[in-house]
């Protein structure tokens, strides 16, 4: 057994959010749109889902309260029956929409996870929290030339996200 068990156990972000499912520079001029864009990107996920129980499923969750972390980023989820595993989407605009009525969203990521799941579901939202808590990972990813690019930065774990650099002694 290694000692990176645990780590292993858990389904990287970059099988949850493949490069098809990131879209850099999007212009969404409302959340409904953007809604409607993320739906869209989960539904084209290669599994059997369809594009309006998504959007429903993400409009549903956002009535019982924001899912706006602040900062520009917003985390729509919600749980979907007979889906296996989580899977997500990211989209970067190209110019922040109002998300709620004061707060404005630059950044959004979706994800969808099975019905039955608590725990796993509850760490990775948690997972996706601390990742877009680092001012140094949200610049990167709004400075990414490309959906490549961006998705490549979720590879990076919060320690090793590009940083400002640091005068020393």
Known sequence: MSENSTVENEL???NIITPSRVVVGLQAGSKKR?????????????RVIDKATVF???????RLGSTVLGQGVALPHTRISDLEQPIGA??????????????EVQIACALLVPA????????LV????????????REALLAAP???????????????????PVDGP
């Open 34 to 46: 953007l809604l409607e864009e993320l739906a869209e990107l989960l539904a084209n996920a290669g």
């Open 56 to 62: 429903r499923g993400l409009l549903d969750r956002e």
């Open 90 to 103: 990211l989209i970067i605009l190209d110019t922040p929409i109002y998300f709620e009525e004061t707060e």
């Open 146 to 164: 490309d959906s490549l690019h961006a998705h490549t930065l979720l590879n990076l774990p919060v320690d090793d996200t590009p940083r400002d």
């Open 12 to 14: 990287p972000l970059t």
């Open 116 to 123: 039955e799941s608590s725990d796993d579901y509850l760490k």
């Open 126 to 137: 948690a997972k996706l929290a601390e990742l877009f808590s680092e001012s140094s990972f």
